[in-house]
Each structure stands twice: as structure tokens, then as C-alpha cells.
């Protein structure tokens, strides 16, 4: 009577869940979470660096790389410039812009070898892969888009951020086409198993309300900030939902088509299938969902955030498969021969199997633990890998631009770790500074490591002429320097030599001279005094003629015409010139005294001439001495100096870092300054380094590093005055290094969980500790076997690694799911204990083959059908997980439990007491007369 009304309401709740909110897809990207494991050391060393160098809080970071026809020139540093500009405008999205390129100190390591490609790394919003570390992706890309690049330079996304945000937009791009392919197996397998397409549209109707509702319910409480998503969460609620829905519908139907088989009316097969599933298929649902949702418990956001929606989501497929399928089994049992069998089954083929089992149970075993060999044997040659982008498509935009920086730079230039060590003291000065370039050393040393950047090796290789060889043989620089000048000036000494000697010469003739001019001015005093006699005693005489014609005279200078008249002016200038010998005489005695002095005078400057000429003599002399000494010593120098810089030049052309110093005044320097902000935290206290590998840094070779790289860093600081202080190491090797560790800490707990939670259903629905402890046994055999031939497959056959979170997650699921095809055979071999062991296995085998081994092929291939996903880790999973209930399912469940408990006998349901036959009947015994009467009556 309630049959309508459930199935009806379960659709109205399907139609409600999926029309208040957004579909499980686009909730999965408005309320995506980071998958990076905040609290690993890698993840605490990256925020930590930027906390101390006050650039950025987060852990998302993204590479631009430029790429041109021919090297990159002015125009295309106008480009990056501009574009860094833009970025740096950007404060919502972008937090820092490391520029390397701009400056001339690491301009070197930022551009390829050919000059063709250069990068900057650029930290954003938001940890990587939630919704604001998306967003920024998205907003980064449409800067480096709006910006019109130079003539034959293209610009590239790429990175650890851009590689997750592509991964989630391919992740939910396959989904549509996941869900098709895997309701397309279905169909075509329930076409197989029933050979009916209304028993097909049954199931398929069943599975898709429960899927629906899965999905509607996980989006609305995601939507309501519940818990968040992640692209691997929703892929597997989609798949994990479907495959068990199909599960649950085939055995409900199988049970009841068994129960038509053997007679029943409908409602009494209806009651049968029940009875006969309902349990199982609550001990399975609980078993997936408590499976699951043990992932809660992990550390991991890879596993932690799926751990509630496959959980919820598993809730609500077994509850409506335990509501909604027996009511659509009832009601469309009563149209007709609608669910009726379509013939006699394969029970005669799956009950010669049960009795080869019970037959021959130890050779059987044998043969079923060889075929988990196969498996087995390829575990130790497992490798894996934690490079996202070989499992993305090469056209998505992150593989392109990686693409683009492996066609100049190394595989692992865009994945570089970072070392932080943190003192309590300013490192800017040149005794920390030797310590950090030890460290650098020590860093550069371990091997698998190409490159180490830092304040004293900026572009990855020592700073030119920092070497102690290098300072000591340029340290009379100065001198070769001089050289020119200094024999410059010997030269011009030997001219001042020379003009000296002149100088003597002409001293020497001035002196000849002089002696000649005292001589000569002797003679001229005596004459001139000789001379002045003379003309006193001329000027008396003419003094006596004037004074006789004195009248005479007075009358030529009265005469007015005088001029006129030629006589009387003639006249009148012999009485004038009378008058200038009376003006020489004066004078003369005036001259006499000086010529006199002159002539006592220069027999002094003879007498001195001889010691001037002397001295100067001894000076030339002198200079020529100096110049002598001199000039040897300089010749000398630089003879020595031939070769003295030889050593140097040779620790620098060997890029030798033994003997590294920098001297004080090279922290003063302009170029200096601005590269040490790159490496050296604002207060100093803090020094970072960037390591580059030789090889891809994701993989296992890659994170084995790590660990060598603090211990170097740790030896290389003891003893110094950074004794002490804390190293922190981040970066792609580091993080995925932690995450390594943390998984198989968090496959430990979730997988031991798991298998408590396991092992407690099957004792609880069996009541048998032994056959609890088979079931749980074969499962992790099971789980060995698959991921091996998974291993096989994937890493021997196609050539691909299995992804590191392949393991975990396949191993939790296979956990949760692996038990079901046992749960339902051990179950039924319980409720045919009655029979005898022999007889129950048998019936067991007959009665539940059929619809186990649809189930488990229909669940398997379902999974499998996540291979069409274009992100081969999701495929690579759902692989795993086919081949793991390909392998329950078909060996397993058919083989290997039953032979166990055939083995193991009346100990397989210890602590329960059964008997190995069956319970002796007595005979019948005849009735009396009085009784056969009263019967025929």
C-alpha cells in the first residue's frame, strides 16, 4: 500500500534537492577548497617566507613565461614591464610579483640560455585549488591577455596554481561524459544479465533518482558551506553512487527473480528478496559510507574532503535502496510479467563450481592465490609520480605553457623549492655573509641539485671576483692600474733632467758674461767719472762765454720774430744748447754714484754665479738618481705583476666558490642593494633560497632530495654565528614530500579504521568472528592483487605511473566495496548452514553466483567507465577500483572464500556452533488403524 507514496516521494525530495540549489558541479567550483595541506612543513616553510619578507600569505603561485621567435629585446622588456605593472595593480588577486628579470643581478637566471624565454613567478589569492585561488588564476590570465604583446612574443599560464585550476575544469567537463559512458555499460550489461529492456529501464530509472539525489543532497549541503568539494569528490560521489545503486537494484532483483524461480507467488518473493537483502545491502551501504567517511579522519585534503560527501552520499543511495527499490519492485510486479526471469538462470553452472570448490578446496585456494601472484609479484617495481600535468591534457593552457618552458629552461625550472633560514640577528655583513654562501655551497653539493640562488650566487652561480684568490691577486691593482702614468712621469723627469741642463748651460755662460760685464763696467765707472770731470769743467768755461754775452742773449729772446729770422734764432740755439750742458753736467754727477755702485756690484754676482750652478748641477743629478730608482722599482712591480692576477682570473673563469668574500663596501653598492631586497628579508634577519633540480623534482627521486637538503643546510650553519637557526625547507619537492608521508599516515589510519569498521559489520551480520576475519583477509589480498595488475597496466603497459594518490583512495574504496560480493555470499551460505557446510556452500554458490557476478561486473565496469575522464588521475582510479571487484568478484568471491571455507570447515563460523551435515530426521513412522481412519476421513 505505501509502495505509491515512497516512490513518489523520493522523487519529489530528487526533484527538490536538484532545483533549490546548483547542480553538484558548478557548487563544486563556487565552493572548491584547497587541496594543499596546510599544516605540512613544506606548506608552513612557504607561507613563512612570505610572512618574513612581507610579500605574500598564501600558498598559490603561478609562472608567466615570455617566449619569442628570436632573443627578447627592449620591446619585449616594455611588454614585461608593462604587464608587471598591471599585476602589481591587481591587489585583489595578485599578492606579489617576484621580478627577477628587471634586475641586473638575477636577470641572468631568470632568462633561458638562448635569450628566447624568460619567467616570473607571481604569488595569488587564495590557496591552491579553492574557488579565490581560481579566481585569481583566471584574473592573472586575462592581465597577461590584455596587454598586446611585442611582434613574436607569446605569453603562458603556467604553474602549480594554473595546473590545479585546469585540473578542475577538466575534472568537471568529463563528468557529462563519464555519466553517459557509465549509464551506457550499465545498459548494456542489465541487457545482458536480464535480457529484458523494461527490467533495464527499471534499474536504470532506480539508479538515476538515487544518483540524482546523491548529487542534489552533497550539493546542498555543500552549497551551504557544509563542507567543500574538490573535483575528485564529486567525480567519485557521481561514480561511487551509480555503481552502487546498480549493485543494490541487481540484488534486490536478483533475489526476487530467484525466489520466482523457485516457485514463490510474487509477494512471497517479494518478502523473500527482503528478508533475504535488506540486511546485506545495509551492511554494505554502511560499510561504504563508515569506509569513507574514515577518510574524514586523514590529514590530507586530497582524501579529508571527500570523505563526508562519499559518505552522505552513500547514506542516501542505501537508504533509498532499501525504500525506493523494494517499492518499484512491488509496483511493477504487479504489471504483468514485468521483473519475471527470462529463463532457467545459470544456478547448474555456478552450483558445479560450488561443488568443484567443496571438492577439491586446497588446490582451488592454490590456483586463486597463484592468479593474486600476478598481481602481487609487480608491487616492488611500483613507482609513482607527483607531476599533475602528465595527467592532464597537453592543450589545456597550464600543459601549454609548460610545454612552452621546457623548450628553453629544464623540467625543473618551473617547480623550485625554497630554503628559508631564519636568525636572530642582521645577516648584512660579510662574516654572515660567508656563512650564506656555505650554505649555498652545501645546497649546490647534494646531489640531484643544479642550481642554488641566493644573495651570494643571484643569477645560480658565484658573484665574479668574490673569491679570496681573486682580492688577494688584485690587490696591487692600483699599481698596473698607474702603470701608464707613472712612466709618463719618469719619462717627464728625463725631460726636466734635461731642461736642467740646459739651464746649467746657460748659467754657465751668464757667468762668463757677468765676469766680462764687471770688468767692462770697472772701466766705465772710471771713464764716466773721467767723462764727468770733463763736462764740469766744459759747463764752467761756457758758464764764463754766457756770462760775457749775456746782454747779447737776452735780446734773441726778447726779438718777438726771432723764429723769422734765421740768425737771430741760430744764435738764440747756440745760448740754448750752452744751457743743456749745464743739465748734463748735473746729471753725470748723478749717474757717476750708480755706475759706481754698479761696478761694486758685479763682482758679488760673480763671486755667486759658480755656487748656483753647482747646486743646480746636484740637482740634476738627484732627479736622475730618482728617476733611476724609481723607474726600477715601477719595471720591477710589473714584472711581478705579470701574472699576479693570473690566479684570480682562473678561480673566476672556474666559477671556484672555495674562498668566497665580499668585502664591506660592496653592500654600498646600488646593484647590490637592489638584489639583496630579493633575497634578504627587510629586517635582515631572514635568507632564502631558491633550488632548482636536475631532474623533475615530482617524482620520487625528486622528494628524496628534501631530506638531504635540511641536513645540509643544518650541517652547514654549525659552528657559525647562524648556529641555531631555523631552517625551513618549501617548494614542489618539499610539499609533495609531505604529502607522501602524510598519505601513507593517512592510508594507515583511514585503511585500519576502515578495516575495524569492516571486520565489526561482517562479526555483527554474520556472528562469526572467523569468517568476519576471511572476509576482511581476502579484501586486502584482494586490494594487493588489484593495484598490482593496476601497476601492470598503467606503469608496464601504457606507460603512465600511477598518480601517488591512486593507492590511497583506490585502497579505501576497495575497502569499503570489496566486501560486499563476500558479505552477500557468506551471508547466504549462512542462512543454508541447515543444509550441512558441503551442501550450503554449494547452494550458496548456486543461489548467489549469478546476481554477484553481475553486480560485481556491472560495479567494476562502471568504474572502470572513468577512464573517459580527460584527467587521467580520476580514470587511473576508477581502473584500479574495476580491477580490484573484477578480481573480487571473479576470483575471490567464486573461488578462493568458499575454498577457505571448505578448509577451514565448522571453524569458518567459530565462535557459532554448526554441524558439518545436516541434522538427522528420524523416519517417518506408520500410522495406527484409528489414525489412518481419521485421516482418510
Not at 59 to 71: A, K, T
Not at 178 to 187: A, D, N, Q, Y
Not at 478 to 494: E, G, I, R
Request: aromatic share 8%; proline share 5%.
Amino acid at each position: 500500500m505505501l509502495a505509491v507514496p515512497i516512490v513518489l516521494g523520493w522523487i519529489a525530495v530528487t526533484i527538490a534537492l536538484n532545483t533549490v540549489v546548483p547542480q553538484l558541479e558548478e557548487v563544486g567550483h563556487m565552493r572548491a577548497v584547497s587541496m594543499s595541506p596546510n599544516d605540512a612543513p613544506a606548506m608552513i616553510a612557504t607561507k613563512r617566507v612570505g610572512e618574513v619578507f612581507e610579500e605574500f600569505k598564501t600558498s598559490s603561485s603561478v609562472m608567466i613565461v615570455l617566449e619569442g621567435e628570436q632573443s627578447l629585446g627592449a620591446d619585449a622588456h616594455r611588454f614585461y614591464d608593462q604587464m608587471v605593472r598591471d599585476l602589481r595593480a591587481d591587489t585583489t588577486h595578485v599578492q606579489h610579483v617576484q621580478d627577477f628579470w628587471a634586475d641586473a643581478l638575477t636577470a641572468a637566471a631568470a632568462q633561458s640560455s638562448d635569450g628566447k624565454a624568460a619567467y616570473v613567478q607571481v604569488y595569488i589569492a587564495g590557496d591552491q585549488g579553492e574557488a579565490l585561488a581560481n579566481e585569481s588564476v583566471e584574473a592573472v590570465r586575462h592581465i597577461t591577455a590584455a596587454v598586446p604583446p611585442s611582434p613574436g612574443v607569446r605569453v603562458y599560464v603556467t604553474g602549480p596554481a594554473t595546473t590545479s585550476a585546469d585540473q578542475e575544469i577538466v575534472a568537471n567537463d568529463s563528468m557529462e561524459l563519464i555519466e553517459l559512458v557509465t549509464f551506457g555499460v550499465i545498459m548494456v550489461m542489465l541487457l545482458l544479465v536480464y535480457r529484458s529492456v523494461i527490467t533495464m529501464v527499471i534499474v536504470v530509472a532506480m539508479v538515476m533518482l538515487e544518483l540524482a539525489s546523491a548529487r542534489g543532497l552533497v550539493a546542498l549541503l555543500s552549497y551551504h558551506n557544509a563542507f567543500g568539494l574538490t573535483s575528485f569528490a564529486t567525480s567519485l560521489v557521481v561514480t561511487l553512487a551509480i555503481a552502487a545503486a546498480t549493485d543494490y537494484a541487481i540484488f534486490l532483483i536478483g533475489r526476487y527473480q530467484e525466489a520466482r524461480r523457485a516457485g514463490e507467488d510474487r509477494e512471497s518473493a517479494y518478502y523473500t528478496m527482503f528478508h533475504g537483502t535488506a540486511h546485506v545491502v545495509l551492511a554494505s551501504g554502511l560499510t561504504i559510507a563508515g569506509a569513507t567517511f574514515c577518510l574524514h579522519f586523514t590529514r590530507l585534503p586530497y582524501f579529508k574532503t571527500t570523505g563526508i560527501p562519499l559518505s552522505i552520499g552513500m547514506a542516501i543511495v542505501v537508504a533509498m535502496a532499501l525504500t525506493l527499490g523494494p517499492a518499484l519492485i512491488s509496483v511493477a510486479s504487479r504489471f504483468g510479467n514485468v521483473l519475471e526471469p527470462k529463463g532457467a538462470g545459470k544456478a547448474r553452472g555456478w552450483r558445479r563450481v560450488g561443488a568443484a570448490t567443496v571438492r577439491w578446496p586446497g588446490a582451488i585456494l592454490v590456483a586463486a592465490v597463484t592468479m593474486a601472484l600476478v598481481g602481487l609479484l609487480t608491487l616492488p617495481g611500483y613507482h609513482t609520480t607527483y607531476n599533475d600535468r602528465i595527467y592532464l591534457p597537453g592543450q589545456v593552457p597550464a600543459n601549454v605553457g609548460y610545454a612552452a618552458a621546457d623548450r628553453h629552461f629544464s623540467k625543473a625550472k618551473m617547480n623550485p623549492d625554497l630554503l628559508l633560514v631564519e636568525s636572530d640577528h642582521d645577516l648584512r655583513n660579510p662574516a654572515d655573509f660567508l656563512v650564506i654562501d656555505k650554505i649555498a655551497k652545501a645546497l649546490a653539493r647534494v646531489r640531484g641539485i643544479a642550481q642554488v640562488q641566493t644573495i651570494t650566487r643571484p643569477d645560480g652561480k658565484p658573484i665574479k671576483h668574490t673569491s679570496i684568490p681573486f682580492n688577494m691577486s688584485t690587490a696591487n691593482t692600483a699599481q698596473t692600474l698607474t702603470n701608464d702614468y707613472s712612466q709618463a712621469n719618469f719619462a717627464n723627469l728625463l725631460k726636466q733632467a734635461d731642461a736642467m741642463q740646459v739651464t746649467i748651460d746657460s748659467m754657465e755662460k751668464m757667468q762668463a758674461i757677468t765676469q766680462q760685464m764687471a770688468e767692462v763696467t770697472a772701466s766705465m765707472s772710471a771713464n764716466m767719472k773721467n767723462t764727468a770731470q770733463d763736462i764740469n769743467q766744459l759747463r764752467d768755461n761756457m758758464s764764463n762765454f754766457d756770462d760775457q754775452f749775456r746782454p747779447i742773449r737776452n735780446y734773441f729772446y726778447w726779438e718777438k720774430h726771432c723764429f723769422d729770422i734765421p740768425m737771430c734764432w741760430a744764435l738764440r740755439s747756440v745760448f740754448d744748447a750752452l744751457d743743456g750742458i749745464s743739465l748734463m753736467s748735473d746729471d753725470f754727477d748723478t749717474l757717476v754714484p750708480d755706475i759706481q755702485r754698479m761696478a761694486g756690484l758685479m763682482p758679488q754676482m760673480v763671486v755667486l754665479m759658480p755656487p748656483m750652478i753647482a747646486s743646480m748641477k746636484e740637482q740634476k743629478q738627484i732627479m736622475l738618481s730618482q728617476y733611476q730608482v724609481q723607474k726600477a722599482q715601477q719595471d720591477q712591480t710589473m714584472a711581478m705583476q705579470a701574472n699576479a692576477s693570473a690566479m684570480g682570473q682562473a678561480f673566476d673563469d672556474a666559477k671556484n666558490d672555495d674562498s668566497f668574500y665580499l668585502p664591506p663596501e660592496a653592500f654600498e653598492t646600488a646593484d647590490f642593494k637592489s638584489g639583496i631586497k630579493l633575497f634578504v628579508s627587510p629586517n635582515g634577519h631572514a635568507v632564502r633560497f631558491t633550488i632548482f633540480h636536475q631532474s623533475d623534482p615530482l617524482t620520487e627521486e625528486g622528494t628524496s632530495r628534501v631530506e638531504p637538503l635540511k641536513t645540509a643546510a643544518e650541517d652547514a650553519i654549525k659552528g657559525t654565528p647562524l648556529e641555531g637557526s631555523s631552517i625551513y625547507v618549501g617548494g614542489s619537492a618539499a610539499l609533495y614530500k609531505d604529502m607522501q608521508e602524510g598519505a601513507d599516515y593517512d592510508l594507515l589510519i583511514a585503511a585500519v579504521a576502515a578495516l575495524i569498521l569492516i571486520f565489526l559489520i561482517m562479526v555483527l551480520l554474520t556472528r562469526a568472528v572467523v569468517a568476519a576475519a576471511v572476509i576482511v583477509g581476502t579484501v586486502v589480498l584482494s586490494l594487493g592483487a588489484s593495484f598490482g595488475l593496476s601497476v601492470l597496466l598503467w606503469q608496464h603497459i601504457i606507460g603512465t605511473p600511477l598518480h601517488w594518490m591512486v593507492l590511497p583512495m583506490a585502497v579505501i574504496i576497495l575497502l569499503a566495496v570489496g566486501a560486499d560480493y563476500n558479505l552477500l555470499l557468506v551471508s547466504r551460505m549462512k542462512e543454508e548452514l541447515h543444509a550441512g557446510l558441503h551442501t550450503g556452500t554449494i547452494r550458496s554458490m548456486a543461489g548467489t553466483g549469478s546476481v554477484v557476478t553481475s553486480a560485481g561486473l556491472v560495479f567494476a565496469f562502471t568504474m572502470m567507465g572513468m577512464m573517459v575522464s580527460s584527467f587521467t588521475v580520476i580514470g587511473q582510479i576508477g581502473t584500479t577500483i574495476g580491477l580490484g571487484l573484477l578480481f573480487d568478484t571473479l576470483v575471490v568471491r567464486s573461488f578462493m572464500t568458499p575454498s577457505i571455507a571448505s578448509l577451514l570447515g565448522r571453524w569458518f563460523w567459530w565462535p557459532m556452533v554448526v554441524r558439518p551435515r545436516p541434522r538427522p530426521q528420524p523416519w517417518p513412522q506408520p500410522l495406527h488403524a484409528g489414525a489412518a481412519e481419521a485421516v482418510r476421513a
